[in-house]
Structure formats: C-alpha cells, structure tokens
C-alpha cells in the first residue's frame, strides 16, 4: 500500500506517526531531529552548509584536509569505511582521495535521497570503487554488509552530528558504535566545540532564513505525510542558547493560540509555546574524550583548527 511508508526515506509511517503524536503531547512539545531530513530536509541541510554563519561545515573539512593523510596512514588495503549519517557524502570524499584500495565504504543515512545522490557521485570520481548504502537508523542494531572480508573497520561520524543528542544519549550511542564497528576499530568523529554566543547563535538562524525554513519544513512535513493541518506561518523560527546543558536548541515557536490536528488528534498551542525540534550540545575537547572514553573508546589523536571552533577525534574501541 502506498501510505504504508515513507516514500523518500523507507522509514515506517506509523513509526513517524507515533513520533509526533508522542512528542506533541509532552508538556514541552518537541520532535526528533531526524524526521527534519525528508528529501527538502536534507536540500535545505545542504544549503545551510555553505551559509557564511554556519562555521562548522568548512572548518571540519578544512580540518579532514589537513589530517587525513594521518588518519589513512593506519589503514590498510581492504579496510571497510563505515559512516553514520552520511548524508551527502562530501566530507567522505576527502578520505576517500587519500584512502588507497579501499574495500569498500558502506553509508548510513535515514535520507534515501541523500544516499542516491551521494553514491551516484561517488561512484562517477572512484569509479571501481564498492559503495554499499543503508537506509536505516544508525541507533538501531544493524549488520555491515561484507564485514568479514574487511582487513579494518574505520568509522566516520562528522557533521557533530553527535551534539544531536545528549550527553548521557552520545555515551549510549558511541557504546552502540562501537558494538557494531569491533574491537580494535578505529573511529573519526567531528565535534562542534563550545564558544562566544556571537559565533554560535548567528549559525543557526542566519539571515537568509535557511535555517528558519529547514526547521519549519518538519511542520509541512507533518501535513503532507500525515495529513495535519499546521499553519506553518503561524510559527517562528527560534536558536537558543542553553546553558545548563551546553547546547543550542531550535524551537518553532507558536504566534498565536491555536489548535493543530493530526490524524483525527488535536493538539493546542498556546502563544508563544514552542515544538523543541533540534539540539545541538558543544563540547571542550577533554569533555568528549572523557565522554567518549566512558563509552569504551581509547583518545588516540585530536585535530582542531587555529581558532579552536571544531575537533576531530581518532578514537580506538577498547570496550
Ligand atoms: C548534521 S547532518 C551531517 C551530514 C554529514 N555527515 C556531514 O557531515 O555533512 C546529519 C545527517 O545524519 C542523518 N541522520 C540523522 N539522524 C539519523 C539517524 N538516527 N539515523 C541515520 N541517519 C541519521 C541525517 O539524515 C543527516 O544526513
């Protein structure tokens, strides 16, 4: 049946569906930031990385370029490159350029569009190479294809897709990385690092509005895949800072009071109540080595660039 799924990401309707039922009925409504990435999520996303405010994306690719003969030093012929919500993919293409003989790299993604996009170009500037794509959810149990033949596992998490979660969230998730991955391998994550609000903030709300309309697009979102009836433009795009927990929040936030239905639900809002729909927690660097040691990884090195925006962490499973 063709309402059993979603079409653009393979992900089941009714897991969405009781997602935003779930999240709508908290007393801080909120969603989970992965249902932001449909097809026009995921466009958006990649719009927001070119965006003069958002630092992270250019500095962690400018940080990859310089030590990615470093990383691919230690990896041998036939190793098996593993990366978690890949997205489109670009940042891989610096290992990639550097990797020789690559068994073969398998992405990860809850974004079937995005995994379409970013093989196809892939496949075109390594052609020869083995390109395996998942859909699925990189917090599930899941199976590498072909990860017996592999003479290592190096995992690749960049993006700080890791300050999605919380902190107790990342211990759990990096734990789960490194039960998939194996002992012994080695795992390259991006982390975006705490500093000046001035910097911060502007990334997440920059003047364009792109980051505005990535977040409200979870709301059309919702009215196209489950038939609910919000008026987008009755809600604002908000950053805010947390301090508390080290992290900026996206909220869309309600102009006036107003009832939203889904699915035969309905859901008030009052004015100025927000949908918490994104974080994003920075860290120190020793804060997330220490984080990610409690998870069972070893530090082995750490990359940052000259203004100490963004890490790069090489990091050994030892649990
Ligand atoms: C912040 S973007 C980073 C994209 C890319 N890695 C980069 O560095 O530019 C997060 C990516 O993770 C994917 N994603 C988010 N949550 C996910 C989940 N639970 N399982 C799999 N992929 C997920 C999104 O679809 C998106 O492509």
């Not at 995921?42 to 370029?65: G, W």
Request: aromatic share 8%; hydrophobic share 40%.
């Amino acid at each position: 049946m063709e309402d059993m799924h979603v079409a653009d990401r393979g992900i089941e309707l009714d897991d969405f569906a009781r997602a935003v039922s779930e999240g709508l009925s908290r007393e801080q409504k909120e969603l989970p930031c992965r249902f932001l990435y449909d097809a026009r999520g995921s466009d958006l996303f990649e719009d927001i990385t070119v965006l003069d405010e958002y630092y992270p994306t250019r500095t962690e690719a400018a940080i990859l370029e310089q030590c990615s003969p470093e990383i691919v030093a230690d990896t041998p012929a036939g190793a098996m490159l593993v990366e978690f919500g890949s997205g489109s993919s670009v940042k891989t293409e610096i290992l990639l350029a550097a990797l020789d003989k690559l068994g073969v790299y398998v992405a990860i993604d809850v974004s079937q569009s995005a995994l379409d996009d970013a093989s196809a170009r892939i496949g075109k500037r390594f052609p020869g190479s083995r390109i395996e794509t998942l859909v699925a959810d990189f917090a599930e149990p899941m199976q590498l294809p072909g990860r017996e033949d592999a003479s290592a596992i190096l995992g690749f998490f960049p993006g700080s897709t890791i300050g999605n979660l919380t902190r107790e969230e990342a211990v759990k998730l990096l734990r789960h990385f490194g039960q998939v991955l194996g002992s012994g391998a080695r795992f390259v994550v991006g982390v975006d690092l705490k500093k000046d609000l001035s910097r911060l903030l502007p990334a997440y709300d920059d003047a364009k509005g792109v980051t505005a309309a990535f977040n409200k697009n979870i709301l059309s979102r919702i009215n196209r895949e489950l038939g609910a009836d919000f008026d987008v433009g009755a809600f604002d795009h908000e950053a805010r800072w947390n301090d508390d927990k080290g992290r900026v929040e996206m909220h869309l936030v309600s102009r006036h009071s107003q009832t939203v239905h889904v699915r035969g639900e309905a859901f008030s809002f009052q004015s100025g109540e927000s949908i918490h729909t994104e974080n994003s927690h920075k860290y120190g660097v020793e804060e997330f080595q220490s984080l990610a040691q409690k998870a069972g990884w070893e530090r082995s090195k750490v990359w940052t660039d000259r203004d100490v925006l963004f890490s790069v962490h090489e990091l050994v499973y030892r649990g």
